[in-house]
């Protein structure tokens, strides 16, 4: 009954095609909410991307500091410190979620169940299920691929973070590789590639074979985006890695490809997390484990 009114209202073009409010919702703060939220959908593709059609009405507390409008792909959340943003994105445990420099994994985090998708390297399972058919696509394209990285432990990630720091100093290894609970290797949702056969079998030289342009072209169609693209350090704070991929889910996915967004952070509004902060605002806190 919910999702019928909702249609009906986008059908009368109440909202501009926007979130439903509440029947009894008058005041203005609630309408501002609303107009504000029905922005950051359109924004993502609305009913053409991955949230879908709204569900429902918006929901608000009573003293308006917190709203709620389901889609069917997710749930925008807004608050007066962050204004509008992707519920989803804030929890460890889903697809949708965003970890950088600012936004680390909660204590303790792990996924709950992971899956081998080459020996030795897993992935959450959806991720794996999905790694495993972009690896056969590419095979099937004469650009055969391995794996070289898949979920670390926050242990695991420590350990690299120190190598690379010994090898590179401190500030080089910051923009390669990243702090334990930092690393979107530990959500089991990326992993790294490279060419299961021929001579650079090195990140380096990466950027310079066809298997790079194959990602470039196609890691969408599996529901995987290159994570860090060329140009975006200022934003995902890591430097070019066409060989890191990071599973978001086709819909997602697509939605990146054909607005041409370059970073997720972009993409969904969120702030560019060039570096470390030895305290952070409200929109860049640890993740949830999981609910909105």
Not at 49 to 74: M, N, S
Not at 114 to 128: D, K, Q, S, T, Y
Request: net charge neutral; charged share 25%.
């Amino acid at each position: 009954m919910r999702r019928r009114r909702a249609l009906l209202v986008l059908a009368a073009g109440l909202l501009a095609a926007g979130p439903v409010l509440p029947a009894h919702a008058s005041h203005e703060p609630e309408k501002r909410v609303a107009a504000t939220i029905t922005e950051h959908w359109r924004s993502l593709r609305a009913e053409r991307g991955f949230l879908g059609e709204p569900l429902g009405e918006l929901r608000c507390d009573p003293a308006v500091t917190r709203c709620t409008q389901g889609f069917a792909g997710g749930s925008i959340v807004w608050e007066p410190a962050r204004g509008p943003y992707l519920a989803a994105a804030d929890r460890a445990a889903s697809r949708y979620a965003v970890v950088n420099k600012h936004r680390p994994l909660p204590e303790g985090y792990a996924p709950a169940r992971l899956r081998e998708v080459a020996p030795g390297h897993r992935l959450v399972p959806a991720a794996a299920r999905q790694a495993k058919a972009l690896l056969a696509a590419a095979a099937e394209d004469g650009v055969a691929l391995r794996v070289a990285s898949g979920y670390r432990s926050t242990d695991h990630q420590a350990a690299a973070f120190r190598r690379w720091t010994r090898e590179l100093g401190a500030e080089r290894a910051a923009q390669q590789s990243a702090r334990p609970r930092h690393s979107e290797h530990e959500t089991g949702l990326a992993m790294d590639l490279l060419p299961a056969s021929g001579p650079c079998q090195e990140f380096g030289c990466f950027a310079d074979t066809e298997h790079a342009g194959w990602l470039a072209e196609h890691a969408y169609e599996h529901g995987f985006v290159v994570r860090y693209q060329e140009g975006q350090e200022d934003v995902t704070g890591f430097t070019y890695e066409p060989w890191h991929l990071r599973f978001v889910g086709e819909p997602l996915a697509r939605d990146l490809r054909a607005l041409g967004s370059d970073s997720l952070e972009e993409h969904l509004g969120l702030s560019p997390a060039p570096a470390y902060a030895a305290s952070l605002p409200r929109d860049r806190q640890p993740l949830r484990w999981s609910g909105d």
